[in-house]
């Protein structure tokens, strides 16, 4: 079995000075295993179809050969004319974002060289227009944007295609964009190099293998889905009933038993803003990531989170519910162009592909719905070569699926990595009259009233974003979005739990906690950076660790 390590050097991979000088600075010591086989084919011109898990550096796999490439076409008397000789294709906003910014990162030593854009926003097509006029070099966008552009004749790729990436591709069929993707390779030249990156190899990637690559080499790399248990913790808790989800959620949180930035998984935008609401009434603050927000939003709540703004996202996963759709009924809805729901954008994805950095813990609140949907949650944690921990909560009715999960993640050790994380429940029986007070306040119209409201105030952030901030985007970390909704009362005891509250076992730990956040009160804010001081001693390497914590007497993991 392979590492996931690539364990040689960037150094002999021949890239170009200037991008060996921005890997290092990314501080990419080593390529990862993908990163190694992919890069040395993808340069000699072959095309590539790669099975990459999430995390595993597949975009450095596919933009280093890129911007190779095209440097070397630059050097080269013979690439006069300036053209679109890049095109990555992906399936949702958010990724396409996060593709450009990699690329621009990598790209940072040749940026007078290699003009790349984004165009999988929602800003209008004539608004764009000029920009692809001016034919960058790289193009990024979904199938249904790019295809709108092709057909436009605002971007012309038949002449001067030459490498298509597509990432995340099994996913391309199955966000309804099929037609799409049929049509726009008909704009596209008979010869160009191919890279097909996908988690997966199923039916619709196997579709898009006929149509688009040309004897390629497919890397099936030998390794698992998910890290392995040294890196990351998989834990299980089973709760009797839905209360005990946000008792015990209370209490991971308040108690700081979860530290560092984490991502809570629901499955719908209701369940969101009722777990937003119900941290709100502990003044525990948390932001939002879901379709019906504007993409700018989106973007901007993930980049954020990255930089250390806030700790929690909640996320609701409603894509996924789209993808247990017949595969059929999925296409019907991508060749109608009908949309997954009413105000939804299709086009959003959050388990998928998003790169959410130095995540400390993924909390399935909600139990995921299939296998592959627990692999991708629990793939924003242990990203690269951090640690981290995927915690999921069961209820009775949840048994069977968990069992199923459990018996698709058994590695060569014929063991589960997912193991019961064993929690004394009556350690925190105190806590439960809170949180039930909590829970009564988080009434069904308090929900609506803060969906509602969300929504409006992200409409404003997100036109202030499209214009002014682009002139400002030092004022852009002032803009918020883990802000109270407030439509609850919010009841100022509740802030803090009381010590005798506190499980004797856990007294120590929350006294510690308590003197640090005072002395870090006190400390004046650091400008260095744009760390905010207060997320600053939460790093990732400071994940939760259950087995530290199994040495108290009151819980552990076994
Ligand atoms: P990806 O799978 O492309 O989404 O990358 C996941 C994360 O790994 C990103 O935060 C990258 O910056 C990081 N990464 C990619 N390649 C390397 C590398 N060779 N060494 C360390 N980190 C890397």
């Known amino acids: 079995m392979e590492s996931a390590e ?13 991008l060996l000088k921005a890997v290092g600075e990314l501080g990419w010591a080593t390529p990862t295993l993908i990163q190694e086989k992919a890069i040395p084919l993808a340069l000699e011109g072959k095309d590539l179809l790669a099975r990459a898990r999430t995390g595993s550096g597949k975009t450095g796999a596919y933009a280093l050969p890129l911007l190779q490439h095209l440097l070397r076409g630059k050097a080269s008397a013979s ?85 298509l990436v597509m990432d995340e591709a099994d996913l391309l069929f199955s966000f309804g964009f099929e037609e799409d993707l049929k049509s726009l390779l008909c704009h596209l030249p008979k010869i160009y190099q191919a890279f097909l990156m996908s988690a997966t190899f199923n039916e619709d990637v196997k579709t898009l293998k006929e149509l688009v690559l040309h004897n390629p080499v497919t890397l099936k790399l030998q390794e698992s889905q998910l890290p392995d248990s040294s890196q990351l913790s998989q834990f299980h808790i089973r709760c009797e009933k839905e209360e005990d989800k946000f008792l015990l959620l209370y209490a991971l949180l308040k108690l700081s038993l979860v530290q560092g930035k984490v991502i809570l998984f629901v499955s719908t935008i209701d369940r969101s803003y ?67 729901g009413k105000g939804k954008d299709q086009e959003y994805g959050v388990s998928r592909g998003i790169d959410f950095q130095n995540v400390s813990a993924v909390l399935n609140f909600d139990f995921p719905p299939s296998v592959a949907s627990y692999i991708h949650r629990a793939g924003r944690t242990a990203r690269a070569d951090n640690p981290g921990t995927a915690l999921t909560f069961v ?88 802000k109270p909704l407030h439509p609850a009362i919010v009841k100022p005891h509740l802030r803090n739990v009381p010590e005798y509250l506190v499980p004797p076992t856990l007294r120590a730990v929350a006294r510690t906690l308590v003197s640090k956040r005072k002395r870090q009160r006190r400390k004046p804010p650091s400008t260095k950076g744009q760390q905010n001081p207060l997320h600053s001693f939460k790093s990732a390497k400071q994940t939760w660790t259950p087995a530290k914590r199994r040495k108290a007497p009151g819980m552990g993991g076994s």
């Open 79 to 163: 690439v006069a004319e300036q053209a679109v000789r890049g095109l990555i294709l992906v399936p949702t906003k958010e990724l396409g974002q996060q593709v450009v910014q990699m690329l621009r990162q990598l790209a940072a030593y040749c940026a007078r060289d290699l003009h790349i854009v984004n165009i999988s926003g929602q800003a209008e097509l004539a608004a764009q227009r000029p920009i692809l006029m001016e034919k960058p070099d790289v193009v990024v966008g979904t199938p249904s944007r790019v295809l709108a552009h092709l057909q436009a004749h605002s971007l012309s790729l038949q002449d001067s295609l030459e490498i």
């Open 395 to 482: 209820l009775p009715s949840e048994s069977a699926l968990l069992t199923v999960i459990e018996a698709a993640l058994v590695g060569d050790s014929n063991e589960t990595p997912l193991r019961p994380y064993l929690f004394r429940m009556e350690e925190i029986e105190g806590l439960r009259y809170r949180c039930q007070d909590a829970m009564r306040s988080v009434t069904k119209q308090a929900i609506k009233e803060a969906r509602l409201r969300e929504i409006k105030e992200e409409l404003l952030n997100s036109e202030k974003l499209k214009t002014y901030f682009e002139d400002n985007p030092r004022e852009l970390n002032l803009l918020h979005h883990d």
């Open 6 to 18: 690539g364990g040689g050097s960037f150094a002999h991979l021949g890239l170009d000075a200037r």
């Open 274 to 340: 009722r777990l937003k609401l119900f941290l709100e009434q502990f003044s525990i603050p948390a932001c939002i990531l879901n379709s019906e927000l504007p993409v700018q939003s989106r973007c901007h709540i993930i980049s954020q989170f990255n930089r250390g703004f806030c700790d929690y996202i909640i996320a609701s996963e409603e894509q996924d519910l789209a993808e247990q759709e017949r595969p059929r009924e999925r296409r019907r809805r991508g060749r109608k162009g009908i949309k997954a």
